[in-house]
């Protein structure tokens, strides 16, 4: 199992970091990125934040890697690729921004300026364009097949659109809590309900998986 998007309380998660790991390596997790929101108020002190935990405890969740991340949330679109160029100056290693799902006021215009951004992923993409999706497969931007409550319920055009113009696609968590961790067998039932086939669904699962090299 591997996941490219969860959060602490860094940002709106409940958990620390160690806790949040410790939890993941427990249940089997073989990857993980911590991807705390932030914008440009808070870019600097999160991802540092981050990279320093997941510095030191590099080698101490057994076979799990740690690598660190970042979600762009909420920037008006003029912004992100700013701050998208700031987390990865910062030492994100994985940049998502937070996509206009259907479930929050999202500034319209976010996701295109995501992927001009060249973000490495797109998280819960919402009701997508099929314009956008075809420049995310342009520029390989992956776009996110959540398991986000509320934001999971655009999956479905995400998967198709992505499949019919050869977008990448990656799945995450966006976990806050306990319990917001699927299994490797959870995650492959969240793709399957969005339309993929088994097929699909590993595929899915190797473009996740190879964030990590792996």
């Given amino acids: 199992m591997y996941d490219l998007h969860t959060h602490t309380y860094l940002s709106d998660g409940v958990l620390g970091p160690a806790e949040l790991a410790r939890r993941c390596q427990a249940a089997g997790y073989r990857g993980l990125v911590i991807s705390d929101h932030a914008d440009h108020a808070t870019i600097e002190s999160t991802v540092s934040a981050v990279v320093e935990f997941c510095t030191v405890g590099a080698?101490?969740?057994?076979?799990?890697?740690?690598?660190?991340?970042?979600?762009?949330?909420?920037?008006?679109?003029p912004l992100i690729k700013g701050a998208v160029r700031m987390a990865r100056e910062a030492g994100?290693?994985?940049?998502?921004?937070?996509?206009e799902t259907i479930v929050e006021p999202v500034a319209p215009g976010t996701n295109r300026a995501a992927i001009q951004a060249d973000c490495d992923v797109l998280a819960h993409p919402g009701l997508i364009a099929p314009e956008d999706v075809a420049l995310a497969a342009e520029r390989g931007v992956m776009l996110e097949v959540t398991a986000r409550k509320g934001h999971c319920l655009a999956n479905g055009l995400v998967a198709r659109l992505?499949?019919?113009?050869?977008?990448?696609?990656?799945?995450g968590s966006d976990g806050h809590a306990p319990g917001d961790y699927p299994t490797r067998e959870h995650a492959e039932a969240v793709l399957r309900g969005a339309g993929l086939d088994a097929e699909q669904a590993a595929g899915v699962m190797r473009n996740t998986r190879s964030v990590f090299g792996a």
């Fill in 59 to 77: 080698g101490y969740y057994g076979e799990m890697a740690l690598l660190p991340g970042c979600e762009i949330t909420h920037v008006p679109p």
């Fill in 92 to 99: 994100a290693e994985v940049v998502l921004v937070h996509g």
């Fill in 162 to 171: 992505a499949l019919e113009r050869g977008a990448p696609l990656s799945f």
